[in-house]
Structure formats: structure tokens, C-alpha cells
């Protein structure tokens, strides 16, 4: 069994102490899913298109050493996406992004998957950018159609959504996210995601969500925990205590956690998903619980191994 991790990949700029200098750090939400399940042991391929410029073959070195399988990767001479990372006094990451032209956004349908694809994975500013976009979304929807188990999580970027100088209006993404959710088994958001997502017109709820499809929305809450919320109600399990010192990477752990955990116990299906109950939930979010606070507590996306996450 294989889980396909679609998106993108790119280099965050992030700031060294408090001067003016920045250090490139690989990361993508996609990209760092795709290296938390390689991490944890987890058989993992990762699906998108990646720059052979120097950043590229950087991203694609890490996946490798990850484990992580590169086959399905198209390449192009296109540079790589970067994001600009300011880091409030608490940890947490806000980014600006340049993207115009990159490689990722440029990715073409991979055609017929291999068989032993159980879940596919997808996220971030792949859902946001064209054309790129239209064909992952085609993607999630024939994936499911044919009975894998698919998890998205939007991972709401305001200010790449501000800059996609008429792509794509603040409304026009929250009407396109509702199209999504019928072939979403698992929607996984942050508090600040949820909140986004229910702004304007066409803003929307958890209880929408599950209304329009969805089973499972999990919610991450910073260090208060995480919770997830299906038609049989909530669910939630505590933070992990920790010295936090940013918190880049923490969201997308989760996601790669719970794919992991969700994989060890053969819940690759909608109808297995369902069946979960409370004690199965709580055992799965203690786990991604677990896995974040290890990865807030040092610097930049760096989930951890399976050595430093057991499973209760």
C-alpha cells in the first residue's frame, strides 16, 4: 500500500536571528507531508513538477533521503516557488510567496496510477494556482471516484491568494473549496483555516463540510490540541507541552501523522474511516499530537523519525 502526497514543493526564506539575512530552507505543505510519512516509515510517493535548478535537485535529494518515492516527479527548467517567512515573536509563520512562472504550478495529470495507491494526499498552494490547480482538483475527483481514500488540507495562505493578480478573488477560492468536499474523505484545517473559510458569502462551516460529504474534519488548535469533528460529534486530545520555537511544519506533521497512523491500522477506505471510534480517534490524534511537538520544537519543517515518534 502506497500513499501519493500531490503538491508542491518550494523554499522558504526564512530569517536568521533578528538581521537581515535569510537562510533557504526547503518546505511546501505537500512537500513536508510527503517527508514526515517518509520519515515515519511510511511507503510515500510524492506527485508534482520540480525546477532542475539547484533548489530542485535539493528537493528531490531530501525526499530520497527520506525515502521518499520520486517517480511520479515531472521535472521542467521553470525556477522554484519561494515564500518569504516572517516569524512572529511566538513561533508562528506568516509568508508572502513568488510564483509567477514556477515550476509546480505547471504539473500535468500523471494519467492512469499505479494499483497499489491506497490514499492520496493533497494541499496548499497547489489548490490556489493555475493550471496546476484544475488538474489536481480533476485528480481528487477521479481518485475518489475509484474508491481510495483521499485528505486535503487547504491551508489557507491569504497573501498568496492576494497576489494571484486576478486568477482567483478571496470568494472564488471559498466556491471552488465547496466543489472539492464531495471527494474529500478527510478535511483537515487549522482554527485560523476555519475561520477563513467561513468569511463572506460564500463562506462555509464544519457542519457544511460534513453536510457536502466530507467524514472527518480535523482541526488543529496550536498547543490546545487537535480535535476532529464528525457526524457523531467531536472528538479532541491535548497539545503536547513543549519550548516552542517556531511552528513551521507543525500542521503539515499532523497530516503526515495521521496518514501514517490511518495506514498501520488499514484504514485506507471511506467506509473504515467511518467505523473509527472515539478510542480509535484518540489514538490517532495523540499520535500526530505527539509527532507535531516534536517538530515546533526545533527550527523550521523537521518532522520526526519513526524512532523519536512511537505509537502508543
Avoid at 508542491?8 to 526547503?26: T, Y
Avoid at 506527485?47 to 517517480?71: H, K, M, N, W, Y
Avoid at 468569511?199 to 457536502?212: I, M, N
Avoid at 503539515?252 to 495521521?258: F, I, R
Wanted: a negative charge.
Amino acid at each position: 500500500m502506497t500513499i501519493l502526497v500531490c503538491g508542491e514543493a518550494l523554499v522558504d526564506l526564512v530569517p536568521v536571528h533578528e538581521g537581515p539575512l535569510l537562510s533557504p530552507k526547503l518546505g511546501g505543505g505537500p512537500f513536508n507531508v510527503a517527508i514526515a510519512l517518509g520519515r515515519l516509515g511510511e511507503k510515500v510517493s510524492f506527485l508534482s513538477r520540480v525546477s532542475t535548478d539547484p533548489f530542485g535537485e535539493q528537493i528531490l535529494q531530501s525526499l530520497r533521503d527520506a525515502s521518499v518515492d520520486v517517480s511520479l516527479v515531472q521535472r521542467g527548467d521553470e525556477p522554484t516557488t519561494l515564500a518569504m517567512t516572517n516569524l512572529a515573536d511566538d513561533g508562528s509563520a506568516q509568508y508572502s510567496f513568488y510564483a509567477d512562472g514556477t515550476a509546480d504550478r505547471l504539473v500535468q495529470d500523471p494519467g492512469d496510477l499505479p494499483d497499489e495507491i491506497t490514499t492520496l494526499s493533497f494541499g496548499t498552494l497547489s489548490l490556489l494556482y493555475e493550471p496546476g490547480a484544475s488538474m489536481y482538483a480533476a485528480l481528487l475527483h477521479r481518485a475518489h471516484a475509484a474508491g481510495k481514500l483521499t485528505m486535503l488540507d487547504p491551508n489557507i495562505r491569504p497573501a498568496a491568494i492576494d497576489s494571484t493578480s486576478g486568477d482567483i478573488t478571496a470568494d472564488g477560492f471559498r466556491r471552488r473549496f465547496l466543489t472539492w468536499l464531495p471527494a474529500v474523505d478527510i478535511l483537515k484545517v487549522s482554527e485560523d483555516d476555519s475561520h477563513w473559510l467561513g468569511l463572506g458569502s460564500d463562506g462555509s462551516t464544519v457542519d457544511d463540510w460534513l453536510a457536502a460529504g466530507v467524514t472527518a474534519v480535523v482541526m488543529t488548535r496550536g498547543g490546545d490540541g487537535i480535535s476532529v469533528f464528525t457526524t457523531s460529534g467531536e472528538i479532541g486530545v491535548d497539545g503536547v507541552q513543549v519550548d516552542v520555537v517556531d511552528t513551521i511544519g507543525a500542521g503539515d506533521t499532523v497530516h503526515g501523522a495521521l496518514l501514517a497512523y490511518l495506514e498501520k491500522e488499514n484504514i485506507v477506505t471511506s467506509s473504515a474511516l467511518s467505523d473509527m471510534g472515539k478510542r480509535d480517534w484518540e489514538r490517532a490524534l495523540g499520535f500526530a499530537a505527539r509527532a507535531a511537538a516534536i517538530t515546533v520544537s526545533r527550527p523550521g519543517a523537521d518532522p520526526p523519525w519513526a524512532s523519536e515518534a512511537p505509537r502508543d
